[in-house]
């Protein structure tokens, strides 16, 4: 399984991006996907997940009422809506993907830079 992420980049504060992350190399459904992210010096967080039927969706408080998170089951795709950034938004971000099959896979992407200047 590869996640490919895409999207990143240099933004305002204020600003909006929108990143996605494309599964490929499996036919697999994941039971979750969604974003986390890793800021310079700290550990990578939690931003937000979604579940295989999509209504359940989950999001960090940071985030909340700024970040929306989608995704397309039939292209094994899910996006991340990034509005109203703020400089501490500044990490990479990486996208997950779990499913369970006896045991619990767990997938990551190399991740994608965003960068919020003030």
């Known amino acids: 399984v590869q996640l490919v992420e895409s999207g990143g980049g240099l933004v305002q504060a204020g600003g909006s991006l929108r990143l996605s992350c494309a599964a490929s190399g499996s036919t697999v459904s994941f039971d979750t996907m969604g974003w986390f992210r890793q800021a310079p010096g700290k550990q990578r967080e939690f931003v937000a997940t979604v579940t295989s039927g999509g209504g359940g969706t989950r999001y960090a408080d940071s985030v909340k009422g700024r970040f929306t998170i989608s995704r397309d089951n039939a292209k094994n795709t899910i996006s991340l809506q990034m509005n109203s950034l703020k400089p501490e938004d500044t990490a990479v971000y990486y996208c997950?993907?779990?499913?369970?099959?006896?045991?619990?896979?767990?997938?990551w992407g190399q991740g994608t830079q965003v960068t919020v200047s003030s």
């Open positions: 997950n993907a779990q499913y369970v099959a006896f045991i619990k896979y767990n997938y």
